[in-house]
């Protein structure tokens, strides 16, 4: 038992370190990351003699117990470099936690390594990152899924027992569905945003990637609440996630989206989900087809809107007072140079294309069209939970894709398709595993609930993963 202890569920571990301790956890997974982070580049930045925890004079809940979460590179911690996998914030060192950072450890627990991801979460496939590209544990041929698949792979390797990703697109639950995990996104202000390094501020949201669903909803547990250091964090009651978790989907309407079963919808993927919905309802759920007719413009919308808000943060980093500084005497040759030098080529892009939809003379014709769009598709969904309680689809229209296969941007963006409409509308989604290709790769399943309804995604996630019990496990964890 001792040797595999990085085998645990995040559950297991808080078990584990409550009737032991957290120590031995620590070193399995120091070994495991030392075996196989040389071979999937997953975890970008972690010092095995340092775990960060809370302050000793601060008061802490044992709730986790000393167990360590992973965190997706853009979220602050204090006095440790964060630099959203890019080159422009090298040696950027944060003086203050992120919130969920601070729910972390005020719960108990800590704080283990940073996770490798596309350069400032502009990605589906973590092959943008200035520090090396990620590979998928299942087959390191391919992709982990983007932006936060260092986390994804992470936890599907078994180097971390759970971690944190942000969504802004669908990043954590592609790569959630490319990795075999389970990745939550919760409700556009349920987790606080403080210390997020923003991209698109009116779409982010942190949220849990693990093991399985009860993992989840402990981490949800830990990281949701209101917290108003984010004016976008909303003053509602959470709920105790994991009480919440029955097997019971009994009564329970699931739609399904006609829009989102299209051509380019792989085969084996529309039909392990559609069979997913089979079993649904045979555990007693009603299955309808529903309409979410604006979704064919999702995507466009999402482009224009995101990119705006990107192009705007990231006005920031110009070498004054983040991370990295070009080394020239000349103050506006300083900025040029440190912007030109500091990021990729899809940032580049992305603020390109954000300036420009944001721009007199274009402006209406792109960004205030493309808001008055997405208003179209909240509608579609609120008018979608009148008749239904939840949303089934395919988290991605493929499973894993090869490295360095999806050359033009356009095909990389379409890639979001099923997973960014719930983002323009802020309502919560899971990506959970419902099968495994004939080529042995992941297949996920994405649950979408009324904004602030969690509960009712986790406990529809929970019955069925209990139900599937699903075995295959990435090649990475079986060869050891
Ligand atoms: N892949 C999407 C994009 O490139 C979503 C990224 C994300 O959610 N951060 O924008």
Redesign the pocket.
């Known amino acids: 038992m001792t040797d595999d202890l990085y085998k645990l569920t995040l559950t297991e571990a808080v078990r584990f370190a409550g009737e032991n301790s957290a120590a031995p956890l620590l070193d399995a997974l120091r070994d495991r990351v030392a075996a196989v982070n040389p071979k999937i580049n997953a975890i970008l930045r972690f010092d095995p003699k340092r775990v960060i925890q809370a302050d000793p004079r601060e008061t802490v809940s044992t709730g986790l117990n000393g167990v360590p979460v992973a965190i997706k590179d853009n979220i602050c911690i204090d006095g440790v470099e964060t630099t959203c996998a890019s080159k422009i914030l090298k040696g950027h060192i944060p003086p203050y936690h992120a919130a969920v950072i601070q729910k972390i450890l005020a719960s108990g627990g800590t704080l283990f390594g940073q996770c490798n991801m ?1 350069e400032f ?4 496939s973590s092959e943008t990152s200035a520090y090396g590209l990620v590979r998928n544990p299942w087959n390191t041929e391919c992709v982990p899924g ?2 936060s698949g260092g986390s994804a792979a992470a936890v599907a390797s078994d180097m971390a027992f759970a971690a944190l990703g ?6 954590i639950r ?1 790569p959630a569905a490319f990795c075999g995990v389970v990745g939550l996104k919760p409700t556009y202000g349920r987790v606080s945003r403080y210390g997020l390094i923003a ?1 698109g501020s009116s779409f982010d949201q942190i949220g849990p990637l693990t093991k399985n669903v009860e993992d989840a909803a402990l981490l949800m547990n830990v990281i949701a609440g209101h917290d108003p250091m984010d004016s976008t964090s909303v003053n509602v009651p959470v709920p105790d996630y994991v009480k919440g978790l029955k097997r019971d989907v009994k009564g329970l309407r699931i739609g399904l989206p006609e829009e989102f079963f299209i051509e380019g919808l792989d085969g084996e993927i529309e039909k392990s989900v559609r069979q997913a919905a089979e079993t649904l309802k045979r555990l007693g759920a009603e299955i309808k087809t529903i309409q979410l007719p604006h979704t064919p413009q999702s995507v466009a919308v ?1 482009y224009i809107v ?1 990119v705006a808000e990107a192009s705007s943060n990231l006005g920031r980093f110009d070498g004054v007072r983040y991370g990295f500084r070009a080394d020239t005497r000349d103050l506006k040759d300083m900025y040029l140079q440190t912007r030109e030098q500091g990021f990729g080529a899809e940032a580049k892009r992305r603020i390109l294309l954000g300036t420009f939809v944001l721009s007199s003379g274009y402006y209406d014709a792109y960004y205030l069209k493309g808001q008055k769009v997405r208003t179209l598709i909240r509608h579609d969904f609120a008018k979608a939970f009148e008749e239904v309680d939840l949303i089934l689809s395919p988290t991605a229209p493929t499973a894993a894709f090869k490295i360095g296969e999806k050359t033009d941007p356009l095909s ?2 379409l ?2 398709i099923f997973t960014i409409p719930a ?1 323009l509308a802020g309502v919560p989604a899971i990506s959970l595993p419902c099968g495994v290709t004939s080529e042995g790769l992941p297949i996920g399943l994405q649950l979408m609930g009324r904004h602030f309804e969690e509960e009712t995604l986790l406990r529809a996630a929970y019955t069925f993963e209990k139900e599937i019990q699903l075995k295959q496990k990435p090649q990475v964890v079986s060869a050891g």
Do not use: C, E, I, V
Not at 121 to 124: E, V
Not at 166 to 171: N, P
């Open positions: 596309d979460a502009f990605g589906s983007g932006s942000s969504d802004t697109g669908g990043s592609q991209f999402y995101a990389m963006y890639s979001d983002n």
